[in-house]
């Protein structure tokens, strides 16, 4: 059974986070006057669609995604390009496109980067384009992976990289 969050959740103008838990949304929609959000965490939830306005939210810091099905497009939409102020991505157990990674290499100011346990077959060149990312995690669930999840050797080209744990079956790294 699905429901819709309530209309007038978008007149919050100064709401500073949203957890979405354990529900199937119809819609998410009409938010996009949440421009005070600095914090999104959907977890355990299915969702119609999720908006796709480019800078919709520009406060937002950090993303949290885990255990999503979006309905329709299949994939996280293209809405990171302008996110000046996006640091952290957190995608566990949802399904990660190869647009969907590309969109969110387009984060100009990541600073942290988390797949757990999303189908991926691969890792795009794109992720070189993190410039500023500090932090990545990439961790496969290797019972379900036919084959290791390749590596970019624009890996290389992370220059600010302080840590990073990598569970992905390949045995090379770039």
């Not at 919709?56 to 994939?75: D, F, Y």
Request: proline share 5%; charged share 20%.
């Amino acid at each position: 059974q699905s429901i819709t969050l309530p209309s007038n959740l978008s007149t919050l103008s100064t709401l500073k986070e949203l957890d979405i838990v354990n529900i199937s949304l119809a819609l998410f929609s009409d938010f996009d006057k949440l421009e005070a959000l600095e914090h999104l965490k959907v977890i355990d939830a299915s969702i119609g669609r999720i908006p796709q306005t480019t800078n919709q939210w520009p406060e937002l810091k950090s993303l949290e995604l885990s255990n999503v099905n979006i309905r329709g497009a299949g994939h996280i939409p293209d809405v990171f390009e302008q996110m000046n102020n996006l640091e952290l991505v957190y995608i566990g157990e949802t399904r990660v496109t190869t647009t969907a990674q590309l969109n969110i290499y387009k984060a100009p100011n990541l600073k942290e980067l988390t797949f757990s346990f999303c189908e991926l077959t691969d890792i795009q060149d794109g992720i070189g384009d993190l410039t500023t990312l500090e932090k990545l995690i990439i961790q496969a669930d290797l019972s379900n992976t036919v084959s290791p999840i390749a590596l970019p050797q624009s890996l290389g080209t992370l220059t600010n990289l302080k840590s990073i744990f990598l569970s992905t079956g390949s045995l090379e790294f770039p």
